[in-house]
Structures are given as C-alpha cells and as structure tokens.
C-alpha cells in the first residue's frame, strides 16, 4: 500500500489558506462572504463538467478518480534499496545460477523487477529483455499521459468557463445599465467566475498535472535502472562491477549519505569485534 504525499494537500491547503487571508484582510469575513456566489460557481463546475465530458470518453472520465488519487499518493523510488537488491540477485546467480533467483523473487514486490527477473531465467537474450521491459515503459508512459491529460485540459477550460462567466456577467450588467442595483451583481458574477477559474487551474488542475508528470519521469528512471540491473544479473556480471554500474545512476547527495552509512556499519561492525 502506497504512503500519502502530504505536500499535495498540504499545497492545496495552504493555498486556499493564503486566499482566504488575503480577502479576509482586506474586508473583514463581509468581505469572504461576499466572494461566494452560486451562480458563479455553477458556470465555472458545470461548464467545465460538460467540456470535459464533450472532450473525453466515459471511461477517461471514470479514471479520474484514480487519477486524482495518484497525485495524493508518495513515491516509494528507494534508489540504494534496489541497487542492494540487484547486488544480491547477482551474487546468487553466480554461486548457485540463475534458477535459484525464483526464490528470491518470493519477497519482491515490484511486479517489473519480477518480469525482468523471470525473463532472464527463461534464457531470453539481453537484447530482446531490453526491448520487451522498453516496451512496458512505453506502454505505462502513454497510459499515465493519457490520465495526466484530463488534469492539464481541466486546467485549460477552467480559465475559459471563468471568461465565459464574466462575459454573462458584463453582457447582464450592459443590459441594465439604468438599474443601478443590478450593477453589483452583474459585476460580482463576471469578476468572481474568472477568479474560480483562476484558482481551480493554478492551485489544483495544473499543479497535479505537474506532479504526475514528475512521478511519471521518476518512474522511468525506476524501471531503466531495473533493466541494467537484470540484464547484468542475467550477463554473469560480477556484484561489485554490477553495484558500481547502478550507483551511476545515484545522485551525489544519495552517494554520499551511501558512503555514511557503510562507515557507520563498519565502525559498528568493528566496536563488536
């Protein structure tokens, strides 16, 4: 079970939280009050409600949900962990060969590692393992575009339904002119339909599209890792030169707090004996 990622809602949050304050201050919970308005909220979710149904199917709508929830979950990418692990598989399969790996994969999660993994017990050339776990990425690329997608057209249309609210607005506030008590109105309507839409699409559409994407992006990096490491595991490659491969892929700052921690091990290690 995936962790929750606290800095989107804590984002969100503080966002609203920063609004909030900045009309508060300014006028006084009068002044709260007088930014809500039913009608304006009505045209900017029902609007975008129906541009979204007009654009995508019944079945990319349903997602949303999930996609939503994504954006809600933490990333479990622990770089040194599946170096560790990879360093292990290959020290196995040198010692008692490649067919001992299964037992090995009792205790991995990762249905990607374990399809790499049983590739190269099968005996299939690096060369089509690295075709078929591409192939898979590209496949999970599209699948997460296409959800990512729903958020960026949602932060598309919303601006747009606010600046339809605001024309509606204008357009009431034009015809009565000689009224002077339907200028108010009028006038909160347009104003406060470009303002929902602002909101909706630059503190919670655009936003989680971006972090989808940037999961997406680390998910990749995952997973082509996970290639190096079977079609080393599978090549005979000795552990250490395995090990010194994958750490290529780490950060300065990961080998750096790695090289800590194997120091604190061996001064342990050390005090005992």
């Keep these: 079970m995936k962790k929750r990622d606290i800095f989107t809602p804590i984002g969100i949050t503080v966002g609203f939280i920063m609004i909030m304050f900045g009309?508060?201050?300014?006028?006084?919970?009068g002044g709260f009050v007088g930014f809500l308005q039913l009608s304006s909220i009505l045209i900017v979710i029902g609007g975008l409600a129906a541009a979204l149904l007009v654009n995508f199917n019944l079945q990319?709508?349903?997602?949303?949900?999930?996609?939503?929830q994504e954006a809600f979950k933490k990333s479990e990418n622990d770089l040194p962990q599946l170096i560790a692990?990879?360093?292990r598989l290959s020290e196995?399969?040198?010692?008692?060969g490649l067919l001992a790996l299964e037992n090995e994969l009792e205790d991995v999660e990762d249905p990607f590692i374990k399809k790499g993994v049983l590739l190269a017990i099968d005996g299939i050339e690096p060369e089509v393992i690295?075709?078929?776990?591409?192939?898979?990425?590209?496949?999970m690329e599209d699948r997460?575009?296409?959800?990512?997608?729903?958020?960026?057209?949602?932060?598309?249309?919303?601006?747009?339904?606010?600046m339809v609210g605001?024309?509606?607005?204008?357009?009431?506030?034009?015809?009565?002119?000689?009224?002077?008590?339907?200028?108010?109105?009028?006038?909160?309507?347009?104003?406060?339909?470009?303002?929902?839409?602002?909101?909706?699409?630059?503190?919670?559409?655009?936003?989680?599209?971006?972090?989808?994407?940037?999961?997406?992006?680390?998910?990749?990096?995952?997973?082509?890792v996970i290639i190096e490491g079977v079609i080393g595991v599978q090549s005979g490659q000795n552990p250490r030169i395995l090990k010194e491969k994958l750490s290529a892929f780490?950060?300065?700052k990961m080998k750096t707090r790695r090289e800590e921690d194997q120091e604190e091990i061996l001064e342990e290690t050390l005090n005992e004996a």
């Design 144 to 162: 997460h575009y296409r959800g990512r997608q729903i958020l960026e057209k949602a932060g598309e249309y919303a601006p747009a339904w606010g």
């Design 60 to 68: 990319q709508i349903k997602s949303m949900k999930d996609v939503f």
């Design 92 to 96: 196995r399969a040198r010692r008692e």
């Design 250 to 252: 780490l950060s300065d």
């Design 166 to 224: 605001t024309l509606i607005g204008l357009i009431l506030m034009l015809r009565n002119l000689e009224d002077p008590e339907t200028l108010g109105p009028s006038m909160a309507v347009a104003l406060l339909t470009t303002f929902y839409g602002s909101v909706l699409a630059n503190l919670v559409f655009i936003p989680m599209a971006g972090k989808l994407e940037s999961k997406t992006s680390e998910e990749i990096f995952m997973k082509q």
């Design 23 to 29: 009309i508060i201050s300014s006028g006084g919970m």
């Design 130 to 139: 690295n075709d078929i776990m591409n192939a898979e990425i590209e496949a």
């Design 85 to 87: 692990l990879f360093e």
